[in-house]
């Protein structure tokens, strides 16, 4: 009848306002789930031995298809004029790529990497390129990322090292977890990523191939010319006296290290209850007034969180200890270029007893040096 209200039942009220939930739900679910598309990220995160009641992400479909073609990578300073993405191969023994590789920029790493990007942003980041693959009834995504050194590429892949995975051979940094293999060459660092334990051959067959293309020409090391002498160097990381030291805890902090804003290019390495957990600290500086300026930086940054300074008779010359209790021990001391020390050690007698050994291996390292010159 024309003009008539048609009443509405409490049943299909109820009706209605229960979709209007689901929908609700179901919208506030996919925004949740948008930034949690990236396998690498959520992988890279993931200890070899998760925690109790936690799952184990796996790459999904949305974060390894292609999209629209991106921007080709920066080149990094002396890179050859190839782009990563022709570095990461086709196919190799037992594994096919299911797309064409992708590239992203500085600008663009986000939106392949959203929430990770910063990390490798703030290290030194000039490009990646990625490529997905089947191996199996699995499947494997390959990272290739171009940093702007190899302290910079260095400090990515210890900055999301695992304590006591097992180590690999493909390069002198570099270890597997369950389902992932990563490593470094030279400012290049690599992740190699499946969606499932048991792929080691396929992993390490992808990571052979891209080392391959990476490698430099024979008798030459990497960044150096053809017949170049070869570098005489020191690596920080070899520096550490090796006595009590963790072998997969050395770290590089490339900015605010242990919070301390401005303190840059700080190496640290865990050592062994021999030396009651400590951790040695090294940095190269540009010269020795830098290296004295870092130091007097984190001095004050101490001092200003109430640490007291102390003056033992043992410490290493021109030492400065500092100590704060329930937190721990502190020693810094200059060496030409060099800032070392000792980071959190429990007692002062065992901050003494490291600061010496990095002190003796420090020394040894600048003597064998100068005699090579």
């Not at 640490?307 to 021109?318: K, R, Y």
Request: hydrophobic fraction near 45%.
């Amino acid at each position: 009848m024309a003009g008539r209200k048609r009443d509405i039942s409490t049943g299909q009220r109820l009706a209605s306002r229960a979709v209007l939930a689901v929908l609700c739900a179901l919208a506030a679910y996919l925004l949740l789930q948008q930034p949690r598309l990236n396998p690498a990220v959520v992988v890279s995160l993931r200890a070899p031995a998760p925690k109790a009641g936690a799952s184990a992400p796996a790459p999904g479909p949305a974060a390894t298809e292609p999209g629209a073609a991106a921007p080709a990578e920066a080149a990094a300073p002396g890179a050859k004029p190839a782009s990563l993405a022709s570095l990461l191969p086709d196919a190799v023994p037992g594994v096919k790529a299911l797309a064409s590789a992708e590239s992203f920029n500085p600008t663009t790493l986000s939106d392949k990497i959203n929430g990770k990007a910063e990390l490798y942003l703030a290290a030194g980041f000039a490009a990646m390129a990625c490529r997905s693959y089947q191996a199996g009834p699995g499947r494997v995504e390959l990272f290739l990322y171009r940093m702007k050194s190899p302290d910079a590429a260095f400090a990515v892949f210890s900055g999301q090292r695992r304590p006591g995975a097992a180590q690999s051979a493909l390069a002198k940094n570099a270890y597997f977890t369950e389902n992932a293999l990563f490593l470094t060459s030279g400012p290049n660092y690599l992740e190699v990523i499946g969606d499932r334990a048991g792929q080691r051959q396929a992993l390490e067959a992808l990571a052979k191939a891209v080392l391959d293309g990476l490698a430099p020409p024979a008798g030459a090391a990497a960044g150096e010319k053809p017949n170049a002498k070869p570098s005489a160097d020191i690596a920080p990381p070899d520096l550490f006296p090796r006595p009590g030291l963790k072998a997969d805890s050395i770290r590089l902090a490339v900015a605010d290290a242990f919070g301390c804003q401005g303190l840059t290019n700080i190496y640290t390495a865990e050592y062994d209850a021999s030396f009651g957990g400590a951790a040695g600290l090294l940095s190269r500086r540009k010269d020795a007034a830098e290296a004295k300026a870092q130091l007097a930086l984190y001095r004050r940054f101490l001092t200003d969180n109430g640490f007291v300074e102390q003056t033992p008779p043992s410490a290493p010359v021109g030492a400065v200890v500092l100590a704060l209790e329930g937190i721990g021990v502190e020693v810094l001391f200059t060496r030409g270029q060099w800032l070392a020390g000792v980071h959190e050690a429990p007692d002062l007698p065992t901050a003494l007893k490291l600061a010496a050994a990095m002190d003796a291996a420090l020394g040894e390292a600048l003597k064998a040096k100068g005699a090579g010159k």
